[in-house]
């Protein structure tokens, strides 16, 4: 099928491909050639140029729709995400047809005196120097839910961690993690999968 601006878009054994490529070789071409290294180690990989401050909205989209591809038979009924991965989570939620929940970090004026927020605090450490609240309203997550966990970098899992907690807290069932990138050096994995065991996907 062909995408805008005359981009070929196809799948080929259950992987959508982009004039001929996969969206994990596509990023890493982008990585390759547009992320800068930094630190005294080289270990801090900047990807501002077209990920975290300068956005390629349609690298986004087609990794958005290969998640949801990826994650289409868990009967996700709800994605949570970070600001930091509202792009992404956005265009996999189009895609899988499901609402989309951002975990905000000032807490939300209830609407009624029986409606919690669900709170945990991010620790400071790595490339945040403070420690960050996160908050999701029990208006939006409960135990009839089953939540997919989306964000686009993933370094030492922190972050997911305490999503994953609130997640955990309010009674829903978390069934995957997308991601776009997983900075290996920064230990996140580890972190995260042992603890959660769930159905990770990376592209």
Not at 73 to 96: D, M, W, Y
Not at 103 to 125: M, W
Not at 174 to 180: A, D, E, P, Y
Request: proline share 4%.
């Amino acid at each position: 099928m062909s995408g805008m601006g005359g981009v070929e878009m196809r799948y080929k054994h259950a992987m959508i491909l982009i004039n001929g490529k996969s969206p994990a070789e596509i990023l890493q071409e982008r990585i390759r050639k547009e992320g800068t290294q930094l630190g005294p180690n080289g270990t801090t990989l900047k990807l501002h140029a077209f990920i975290n401050h300068q956005v390629d909205c349609h690298l986004m989209s087609i990794c958005g729709q290969h998640l949801a591809y990826r994650f289409r038979g868990l009967g996700a009924n709800k994605i949570i995400a970070p600001r930091s991965g509202v792009l992404l989570a956005q265009c996999c939620a189009i895609h899988l047809r499901v609402p989309l929940v951002i975990a905000t970090t000032v807490a939300p004026v209830t609407s009624a005196r029986d409606i919690k927020i669900y709170s945990q605090t991010r620790k400071g450490g790595g490339q945040y120097m403070n420690d960050v609240a996160l908050h999701i309203s029990s208006e939006f997550i409960g135990p009839s839910d089953r939540v997919l966990l989306i964000d686009d970098v993933m370094s030492s899992g922190a972050t997911a961690n305490v999503l994953m907690q609130i997640i955990s807290e309010a009674g829903a069932q978390l069934v995957g993690f997308g991601l776009m990138i997983a900075k290996e050096f920064d230990g996140g994995r580890p972190q995260v999968y042992p603890r959660w065991r769930l159905q990770m996907g990376f592209l």
